[in-house]
């Protein structure tokens, strides 16, 4: 993964231990905390949705045309998509079943797919009125295992 999405990421992880300092430093019980917790798994999965299509959409583009750029920022940068391993997976089966094949594998090896998913569901289950009872160090845990998931996925496509 290129030193731009590192930093992406390590600061991302930075926030997350600075809430995870406030919350252990006697706060645990303080009504913020929940909110703290929601915020920490929101900006988690956009960071990990931002730094994956970034990572195809790199990819993709090095000696193409600007309208090729243009279109493919179109279609991959500014769409939704949640920041699942399936969802990454279908990605690459659009552009190349090799990848995709390479990207499944690797990710299988990994152990860390049920992490990156289970961030998207927590995600996912707040964006649609659910409490998250996860802790700051489960959040913590799933957003170290999503970079495991993105470098397999930069490995992957450069």
Do not use: C
């Not at 279908?90 to 961030?119: A, H, Y």
């Amino acid at each position: 993964m290129n030193g731009r999405y590192e930093q992406i990421i390590n600061d991302t992880h930075e926030e997350l231990n600075s809430i995870k300092k406030w919350i252990n430093s006697g706060n645990q019980f303080d009504s913020k905390s929940r909110y703290l917790i929601s915020y920490a798994v929101i900006k988690s999965s956009g960071t990990v949705e931002v730094v994956y299509k970034s990572i195809i959409f790199d990819a993709l583009v090095e000696g193409t045309t600007q309208e090729t750029k243009t279109y493919l920022e179109k279609m991959i940068i500014d769409s939704s998509s949640n920041p699942n391993t399936g969802n990454m997976s279908q990605m690459l089966q659009q552009i190349s079943p090799e990848w995709r094949t390479e990207f499944d594998d690797k990710v299988n090896k990994s152990g860390e797919k049920d992490k990156l998913n289970s961030l998207v569901k927590l995600r996912n289950d707040f964006a649609h009125g659910t409490n998250i009872t996860a802790s700051i160090d489960t959040v913590i845990k799933y957003v170290k295992s999503a970079k495991k998931i993105l470098d397999i996925l930069a490995d992957t496509v450069k």
